[in-house]
């Protein structure tokens, strides 16, 4: 079962994510961008004010394609659990939101196609739920992506995902204390993945 964590720089993913090692321990807990040559090219890219966007997209979708058949098939396909801290929903959210300064037209179901193709979508994905403003200062502008004004516009970009996918996606009020969001988080997965095992 492939369980992803999704939502905005400073949501608390990292931190859920890291809380729920303790807890499936068998578990493969992975992330994106992931920590190959193609996570490095990711973040030269973030690290560049003037990367074009298209180019961009292409090395986030490399690093996706490279973490499908190196980490997250193998684990799947030998019946674990897996965890993944962001996934192909942040290209979504993310992408989208920048391809919306380009001339793409409709950057949301182009990205999407991008995948389609290829990809795995989760089997269910936990949205960490905060406002733009709470998520910069929580990432504390470490990169390009971590300011207000780009952030409200990718979390719009999640909010159509969610609507498209209601089934998929459970979301937490990620406002709340930290050790509030993690006993939410670990209850909203024991439930997913009893239910997983029920209807396997
Ligand atoms: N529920 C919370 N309330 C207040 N602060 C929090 C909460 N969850 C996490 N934080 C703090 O916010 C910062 C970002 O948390 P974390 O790294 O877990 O988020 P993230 O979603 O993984 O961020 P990024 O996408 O930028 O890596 C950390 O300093 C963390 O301690
Ligand atoms: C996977 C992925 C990530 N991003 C962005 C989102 C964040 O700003 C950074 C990753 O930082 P984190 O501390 O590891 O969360 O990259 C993106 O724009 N598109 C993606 O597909």
């Not at 499936?24 to 973040?43: H, I, L, N, Q």
């Not at 990205?111 to 200062?137: C, K, N, W």
């Not at 990169?143 to 004004?149: D, L, P, V």
């Not at 970009?157 to 988080?185: G, K, S, W």
């Amino acid at each position: 079962m492939l369980i992803t964590l999704e939502g905005l720089d400073g949501s608390g993913k990292t931190t859920v994510w890291e809380a729920l090692h303790d807890v499936y321990p068998d578990a493969v807990f992975t992330r994106e961008p992931t920590e190959s040559w193609y996570g490095d090219a990711v973040s030269r890219s973030m690290s560049d004010e003037d990367a074009d966007p298209l180019a961009e997209l292409f090395l986030f979708t490399a690093d996706h394609a490279d973490h499908l058949s190196r980490v997250v098939r193998p684990a799947l396909d030998a019946g674990k659990l897996v965890v993944s801290d962001r996934y192909s929903d942040s290209r979504f959210a993310y992408q989208a939101a920048t391809l919306s300064r380009t001339d793409v037209t409709r950057p949301l179901e182009y990205v999407q196609g991008i995948h389609a193709a290829f990809s795995r979508p989760p089997d269910a994905t936990v949205y960490l739920d905060v406002d733009p403003e709470t998520a910069a200062s929580r990432a504390g502008a470490t990169n390009k992506f971590e300011r207000a004004e780009y952030l409200a516009e990718v979390r719009d970009n999640y909010e159509e995902l969610i609507d498209a996918n209601p089934e998929r996606f459970v979301r937490v009020d990620a406002t709340e204390p930290p050790e509030d969001v993690v006993e939410m988080v670990e209850r909203s997965v024991e439930r997913l993945v009893r239910e997983h095992d029920r209807r396997e």
